[in-house]
């Protein structure tokens, strides 16, 4: 074997010998608790005014008199206002960032 080989096959054996070790690693890390919100409830990513819509309706069946950006509990959010099938006019606020529901309320 010449130094060339010998080289490349001792530096193969500490990239492998490395990836190993992550991979083992990572295996031994403790569990993540558990979530008290699904993950498929909550977007990862910023949502639309539509997909507000989507959500509130989702919720609160009834016709949209209105949906723009407000602030609410110190958050960027997507305010919905709804007239609902169920007699009551109600403000459903999530989070633009998010997809979380911020607040609701119904009157």
Request: aromatic residues 6%; proline residues 2%.
């Given at each position: 074997m010449n130094k060339s080989t010998a080289f490349c096959s001792?530096?193969?054996?500490?990239?492998?010998?490395?990836?190993?070790?992550?991979?083992?690693?990572?295996?031994?890390?403790?569990?993540a608790p558990a979530a008290a919100v699904p993950v498929a409830a909550v977007p990862a990513r910023e949502i639309t005014k539509e997909q507000a819509v989507e959500m509130a309706l989702k919720a609160h069946p009834g016709e949209?008199?209105?949906?723009?950006?407000?602030?609410?509990?110190?958050?960027?959010?997507?305010?919905?206002?709804i007239n609902g099938t169920d007699g009551k006019k109600w403000e459903v606020h999530y989070e633009?960032?998010?997809?979380?529901?911020?607040?609701?309320?119904?009157?």
């Open positions: 001792a530096a193969l054996l500490v990239i492998a010998s490395s990836l190993a070790g992550t991979t083992f690693a990572a295996d031994t890390k403790p569990a949209v008199t209105k949906a723009y950006q407000d602030t609410k509990k110190g958050k960027q959010t997507w305010e919905v206002k633009i960032k998010t997809g979380a529901l911020v607040s609701e309320e119904g009157k």
